[in-house]
């Protein structure tokens, strides 16, 4: 087995009533922890990225301090070290990770690839140490960070597959914008029972998808 499981930015912060909160992110936690319970044995790994800025200082101009947020390239305090907000979403089964990647400490951080485990090792370092080929990936939020998570995975040579039954965005225009833009980039805009079905399956399904003019 050689597939993989990336949940991103699960986080209170992310999720509604949290400092950058997305409609649907609490659904999404919990999504993957059912995703979990059925298809646990289909992954090698599995593992979680959190945000995990300084709350001294505005992280490398992340942190909007002198002028309001534009939601772009700046963003209001979020997800700062040691705080509930940056902790996983209560839904989401954290007993079924295997590997905890910390990204933004003192700087801005959208993918999953920017940061590092506890031991200080990049999430490329641990893909090659298991031997993983293919990743999943799931969370939160499809624009952003989940974006550039896969876009990153497939420049590292991974088969990537999105489960977009499992991602929430910021924005419907944008996070459809991302999804199409990962799709051209080559990888499989699946939903999420395409989890422990072959790739030739999900192919179909990414056939029939593009065909109709729509993810599925």
Not at 119 to 125: H, M, W, Y
Request: with cysteine.
């Amino acid at each position: 087995m050689t597939r993989a499981l990336f949940i991103i930015d699960v986080q209170n912060d992310f999720t509604e009533g949290g400092a950058l909160g997305v409609d649907g992110g609490a659904a999404v936690a919990a999504g993957i922890t059912r995703h979990l319970a059925a298809h646990r044995d289909d992954y090698a790994l599995v593992v979680a990225s959190r945000d995990w800025h300084s709350g001294e200082n505005d992280n490398g101009g992340h942190f909007a301090t002198d002028a309001a947020p534009d939601f772009v390239d700046t963003w209001p305090p979020h997800c700062v070290a040691g705080t509930s907000g940056a902790e996983y979403h209560p839904d989401l089964d954290v007993a079924a990770i295997d590997v905890h990647i910390r990204k933004g400490q003192g700087v801005p951080a959208y993918s999953i690839f920017e940061g590092t485990d506890d031991a200080g090792a990049t999430i490329g370092e641990v893909l090659t140490r298991h031997g993983i080929t293919e990743v999943d990936v799931v969370g939160i939020a499809t624009d952003y960070c989940v974006r550039a998570s896969a876009l990153d995975a497939l420049e590292h040579g991974q088969h990537v597959r999105v489960l977009t039954g499992l991602v929430a965005g910021v924005a419907a225009a944008s996070s459809e914008a991302a999804l199409a833009e990962l799709g051209h980039a080559g990888a499989e805009i699946a939903g999420a029972d395409a989890a422990g079905r072959s790739d030739a399956a999900g192919s179909a399904d990414a056939a029939g998808a593009d065909a109709a003019g729509s993810p599925s």
